[in-house]
């Protein structure tokens, strides 16, 4: 999911800082890269044993016209346990679905979370 902001002269390295700290209040492990325009933030999270969930956001742009991209890390193991989830059941493989189920609800929540939050920073940090 993407949101873009346009007029709002918002110091885009602080928004990657505030957004960096949401992921490690949640118990992510972050990393931030810059960008020729912009910023990258990923994090990695093991809130559940043996659940490994990735994000990644993406600043780009320009402090007076940017988006604020989260990105989830799906991987093609991941799209075919969503195509052929129910196939699998029949043949023992449910746990599989249920761990790729699991990491969707997290995701799914943290990405409700996360954009009502950087819509308060970039309130907050708008000039």
């Known amino acids: 999911m993407s949101k873009r902001w346009v007029g709002r002269a918002v110091d885009l390295d602080s928004l990657s800082r505030y957004i960096e700290r949401f992921l490690e209040d949640r118990d992510f492990e972050t990393r931030k890269r810059g960008l020729g325009g912009g910023y990258i933030v990923e994090g990695v999270s093991r809130q559940q044993r043996d659940l490994l969930v990735k994000v990644v956001v993406r600043i780009l742009g320009n402090p007076n016209d940017f988006s604020v991209e989260l990105g989830r890390d799906e991987s093609a193991r991941t799209r075919l346990y969503n195509v052929f989830g129910p196939l699998m059941t029949l043949f023992g493989g449910g746990f599989i679905l249920a761990r790729n189920l699991k990491r969707q609800d997290i995701l799914d929540r943290l990405e ?13 940090l708008a000039v």
Do not use: A, P, R, W
């Open 112 to 124: 409700t979370e996360f954009f009502v939050f950087v819509e308060e920073k970039v309130d907050y």
